[in-house]
Nanobody, 119 residues
């Protein structure tokens, strides 16, 4: 059984930083690429960043230059470092495991962690 468990969410002031981590357990066949999504109240879930098992990364335009995705396959974790946070980054953040084939196809999801950017 595949499990993804996020941690690291919380409240941060605008301009601040926050780091999210996701631990992946279980056997993932055909879903070796990893990603982070977010969903703000009243909005659709959107893809924030992806990283393939070879380390190639891709980001949503809204977070480029501010967020960094990384993975540690020895620890089975995928992290999201978020800098210069803005109120519009407020959302529930979900990690996922899937496949990147020109675009990212999620297959497994974590339960989400809340990030609130507010003064």
């Amino acid at each position: 059984q595949v499990q993804l468990v996020e941690s690291g969410g919380g409240l941060v002031q605008p301009g601040g930083s926050l780091s999210l981590s996701c631990e992946v357990s279980g056997t993932i066949d055909g879903a070796h690429d990893l990603g982070w999504y977010r969903q703000a109240p009243g909005k659709q879930r959107e893809l924030v960043a992806t990283i393939t098992r070879r380390g190639s990364t891709d980001y949503a335009d809204s977070v480029k230059g501010r967020f960094t995705i990384s993975r540690d396959d020895a620890k089975n974790t995928v992290d999201l470092q978020m800098n210069n946070l803005k109120p519009e980054d407020t959302a529930v953040y979900y990690c996922s495991a899937g496949l990147y084939l020109g675009r990212y196809y999620p297959a497994y999801w974590g339960q989400g962690t809340q990030v609130t950017v507010s003064s």
